[in-house]
Structures are given as structure tokens and as C-alpha cells.
């Protein structure tokens, strides 16, 4: 005799929140530009060059957040952003230039 279990999830939760946060490296003020809409929880972040290492790190919360850049090489960097009480998260590419 063969029994045969089928399970599925009851739900299914999204656990990226990358279409509620938008990047832009502004060359002129040598900062990154984070916004951060829709979400009422405070973020840490990280930054690492493409070889993985960790650049700057810190935390930020909803609106129109700034992360200094003007002592970053140039090259293509990483951001990861955790929010601070679920497991949601976002990971974008910059280009310093």
C-alpha cells in the first residue's frame, strides 16, 4: 500500500518589497537617493561593492532617505534593505560614476 501526501500553502506572502523603494545615484551631491513609499517601518541597509564587501551600513525610514557616496570608488555597488520588523527586503544595483 502507498500513500501519497499532496500539501500546498494555505497563503502565500510576498516577502519583497522592491516595487516600494527607488534608488537614483545623483553624480552632482555624490549621494543615493533612496525613497522609500508605502511602508510605515524603519530599514536597515547595507551597501557592498560588486566583490561582496560590505561598503556602509545603517537604517532609514519611509520618505526620501540620502546615503553619502562621495568617498565610493567608482564601480557598481549593491543595496540591500531590510525592513526592520518582517522579513521583507529589496536588493538594488547602483552605478557610481
Same mark, same amino acid.
Given at each position: 500500500?502507498?500513500? !501519497?501526501?499532496?500539501?500546498?500553502?494555505?497563503s502565500f506572502e510576498d516577502k519583497s518589497i522592491d516595487d516600494k523603494i527607488d534608488v537614483y545615484y545623483n553624480?552632482? !551631491?555624490k549621494k543615493l537617493i533612496v525613497a522609500v513609499g508605502s511602508i510605515e517601518n524603519n530599514f536597515d541597509y547595507q551597501v557592498f561593492n560588486i566583490t561582496g564587501k560590505l561598503i556602509r551600513d545603517g537604517n532609514?525610514?519611509?520618505?526620501v532617505n540620502t546615503i553619502e557616496c562621495s568617498n565610493l570608488q567608482t564601480g557598481l555597488y549593491i543595496l540591500?534593505?531590510?525592513?526592520?520588523?518582517?522579513t521583507n527586503r529589496a536588493v538594488k544595483k547602483f552605478m557610481k560614476r
Open positions: 500500500m502507498v500513500y !501519497t501526501f499532496n500539501v500546498s500553502p494555505l553624480n552632482n !551631491t532609514f525610514s519611509q520618505g540591500d534593505v531590510k525592513d526592520n520588523k518582517t
